[in-house]
């Protein structure tokens, strides 16, 4: 059974850092495209930062390009998401996800239950 774990999330001003952790069980972690999600009351959930070992691929939605970065421990089956500069905007519920192709949510196979991340002003 896969099974996403994730934790960090919180509350935190604007212009401060959270680093959010996923704990992966049951996947070959660092086979496939694994990342984050993210969605905001009334708008689509959407990718954030998705990374695949096998061909060393990244990539950064352009909303948080060099404010947020997706390093992970592939001894520890985690994968992290970094947010340094936080904006107001960047309140959402965060996912991570597993198994995920071009880091769109519809090609998501497997979901975590989701962080709340709230940032104020």
């Known amino acids: 059974e896969v099974q996403l774990v994730e934790s960090g999330g919180g509350l935190v001003q604007a212009g401060g850092s959270l680093r959010l952790s996923c704990v992966v069980s049951g996947f070959t972690f660092d086979a496939y495209e694994i990342g984050w999600f993210r969605q905001a009351p009334g708008k689509e959930r959407e990718g954030v930062s998705c990374?695949?070992?096998?061909?060393?691929?990244?990539y950064y939605a352009d909303s948080v390009k060099g404010r947020f970065t997706i390093p992970s421990d592939n001894a520890k089956k985690t994968v992290y998401l970094q947010m340094n500069n936080l904006r107001l905007e960047d309140t959402a519920i965060y996912y991570c996800a597993v198994d995920t192709a071009f880091c769109l949510p519809s090609k998501v196979a497997y979901w975590g239950q989701g962080t709340q991340v709230t940032v104020s002003s």
């Open positions: 990374t695949s070992s096998g061909d060393a691929h990244t």
